[in-house]
C-alpha cells in the first residue's frame, strides 16, 4: 500500500525529474511506431451526430456558466436532446484538427504533448433517437458507434459503489485511458500528466452542460474492475478513469 510521502512524492515534480534523468531512450525517440489517435470503428455501423458548431442550446454567457457550475446529482426522468449530446461530446473530446499526417490531434481540451489517451464512452439510458445501451465516442469523425444495447443502470450504479444517480442519469459520460498513447512518448514520466488531463476533459464537460442548463458530478470512487468487465476493458492496456452522469436537474 501507498505510504502518506510515496503519494505527495507521485504528486510533486520532484519524482519526475529523478526518472527523466534516469530514463532510457522513449518509444519515440527509438523510431517505434505511434499508438492509433483512437480506438479503431472498423466493423461497426457508426452513428453520425449533429454538427456542435450549429446549436442554439446554449442560454448562458461565460461569466455565468463559471459562476453557476456545481456538482449536481438529483436528475429528472427528461430525455436528453441527441444535440445537447453531440455538444457534450465535442466539448469534451472533440477533435479540431489532426496534425502532421496523423501524428496528432487537436482538440477542445490540453492534453500533454497532443497524446490525447482517453476514450469516451457512454453509458445512454434517456437520449432522443438512441437505443439504451453502452456507446463509445468516434471523435475523429464525431460519431457514436453502439457496443452493446440494453439498460444499464443498475450495473453502472453497482460499479459506482452503490450511488445510485451515476447510473439512474439521461447518460453516464466513463472515460478510459490508453496509458501507451503518452508513454510512447513520455515513457514513466506520463502518469501525472494523464490524471492532469484526464482533470480537464471533466472540467470542459460540467462547463458544457452548465450551458444547456443540465447537470453533472465528477466521479472517482468506483469499483476498478467491475467498471472494466462492464465495458470489456482488460485493466492494463485500457482501463477506466473517470466517471460523469449527466442529466437534466429538477430544479430547472
Partial sequence: MMT????????????WQEVNREMNKTDQMKGLPQPSLEKSSEGYD?????????TDLIMKDLREIVFSRESR????????SLEALSFLLWSS???????????????TVPSAGARHPFETYIFVRLVKGLKRGLYRYVALSHSLVLEKEGDFASEVADAALGQKFVGHCAATFVWSVIPYRTEWRYDLTSYKPILLDAGHICQNLYLACEALNLGTCAIAAYDQEKI?????LDGYDEFVIYMAPVGKPKRY
Fill in 4 to 15: 502518506r510521502k510515496e503519494g505527495r512524492a507521485f504528486l510533486s515534480n520532484k519524482i
Fill in 46 to 54: 457508426l452513428i453520425s451526430l449533429p454538427d456542435p458548431n450549429s
Fill in 73 to 80: 446529482r438529483v436528475y429528472s426522468d427528461e430525455k436528453l
Fill in 93 to 107: 473530446q472533440g477533435v479540431k484538427a489532426v496534425m502532421k499526417n496523423n501524428y496528432a490531434t487537436l482538440r
Fill in 228 to 232: 472494466d468487465k462492464l465495458i470489456g
